[in-house]
């Protein structure tokens, strides 16, 4: 007997926290029946800043419990849900549950260590919806990389593209999904937009490169470029993931505003240029997500290097920007069904993966 499809909310806060995405979608866990309202909550400055900190500091995010901020993040999370509803005018009554991944302030899967800062319980509470969260933790205690986690939704959303295919998500982290029937790949690529929007706050202030205009205006320094895709890793094998900070020493301090987010942006293209090295057979299209695909100078090194149809998601009929969000509320949908939420080769696991942790 097919059960019914649910509504849920999805929420996403990105390695780069500058914003809380808040998506609906229609699913039964299997298929997408349909997507509906969309909007991103810009983190509070003060709020980002302290997140930042938080990333940048690894032993304390092992060792402080972080309440108060973990309070902050959920409350501001809560108010994503409540401008959805509003905009969207739906009632919390008629949505099933909210899939809330929380901000990752450490992730170290060697070590079989994640950390998402979000209260479930919290959440729910607030909004009188069931909330599903931590859906990084069984995976990485498995042996898993936890992440990427995405992978499945693109599967689900992809099913009548051509393939093989290639969907990309330029976040802070980059990661691939690659699917060619029920060939199904994932991995972290390498630097998404963390790098470029670290360097440019440090220069200006400002919070990312609009339109790539810096990148496009510099040259890209040849002798740093090698030198950081010379990292280990790039010759590690998937599955394999990233922590934000795990480029953090770029050597770049020398070079102007314009020549280092020149040379980051390739950096980025290059990395994600060598991921093919790991797939079965060549992606025929590229469908990029997430906030790289505004990056001008970003998307045109990246139709440079691949040499093949490299488009946002939006000429498939996706939203780029709720994308991610949409994929936590299918994957607590599945949560709910006790469906995997990753695979062998997603994750690494040993096993098809359930996950999550359902708050009432």
Same mark, same amino acid.
């Given at each position: 007997m097919t059960e019914r499809p649910l509504i849920a909310i999805g929420l996403m806060s990105g390695t780069s926290a500058d914003g809380i995405d808040a998506a609906l979608i229609e699913t039964d866990g299997h298929g997408v029946q349909?997507?509906?309202? #969309?909007?991103?909550?810009?983190?509070? %400055?003060?709020?980002r800043a302290e997140i930042l900190a938080a990333t940048r500091d690894p032993v304390r995010c092992e060792d402080d419990p972080l309440a108060d901020l973990e309070r902050a993040i959920t409350n501001a999370h809560a108010e994503a849900v409540q401008g959805l509803l509003a905009q969207a005018g739906v009632p919390a009554a008629a949505i099933d549950v909210i899939g809330f991944h929380g901000q990752t302030v450490l992730h170290r899967p060697e070590r079989r260590l994640t950390r998402q800062l979000g209260d479930g319980a919290r959440l729910a509470a607030a909004m009188g919806i069931a909330v599903v969260n931590r859906f990084r933790d069984a995976d990485v205690a498995s042996g898993g990389q936890g992440a990427p986690l995405v992978p499945l939704f693109h599967q689900a959303l992809a099913r009548d =593209?051509?393939? %093989? @295919?290639? @969907?990309?998500?330029? *976040? *802070? @982290?980059?990661?691939v999904t690659y699917i060619d029937g029920e060939t199904l790949l994932a991995f972290d690529t390498g630097p998404g937009n963390a790098l470029i929007d670290d360097w440019v706050h440090d220069h200006t202030g400002q919070r990312f490169d609009a339109d790539g205009a810096f990148a496009a205006a510099g040259t890209v320094d040849a002798v740093l470029l090698s030198a950081l895709l010379a990292h280990r890793y790039f010759r590690a094998v998937p599955p394999k993931s990233l922590d934000r900070n795990d480029f953090a020493e770029t050597g770049l301090?020398?070079?102007?505003?314009?020549? *280092?987010?020149?040379? =980051?942006?390739? #950096?980025?293209?290059?990395?994600v240029a060598r991921a093919r090295e790991h797939v079965p057979r060549p992606p025929r299209r590229?469908?990029?997500? *997430?906030?790289? $695909?505004?990056?001008?100078?970003?998307?045109? $090194?990246?139709?440079?290097v691949l040499g093949v149809s490299v488009e946002p998601v939006e000429a498939v009929g996706w939203n780029g920007d709720a994308l991610e969000a949409q994929a936590f509320g299918f994957l607590?949908?599945?949560?709910?069904?006790? =469906?995997? =939420?990753? @695979?062998p080769s997603t994750t690494g696991v040993p096993y098809p993966m359930p996950g999550g942790i359902v708050h009432r």
């Open positions: 349909a997507t509906g309202g #969309f909007l991103t909550l810009p983190m509070p %400055p003060g709020l =593209l051509a393939q %093989p @295919v290639a @969907v990309l998500n330029i *976040g *802070g @982290v980059a990661n301090a020398g070079l102007s505003l314009q020549d *280092g987010a020149a040379t =980051l942006a390739e #950096f980025t293209a290059q990395s590229w469908l990029i997500g *997430g906030g790289g $695909r505004h990056n001008a100078a970003l998307m045109g $090194r990246l139709r440079a607590a949908v599945r949560s709910l069904r006790g =469906l995997p =939420l990753s @695979v």
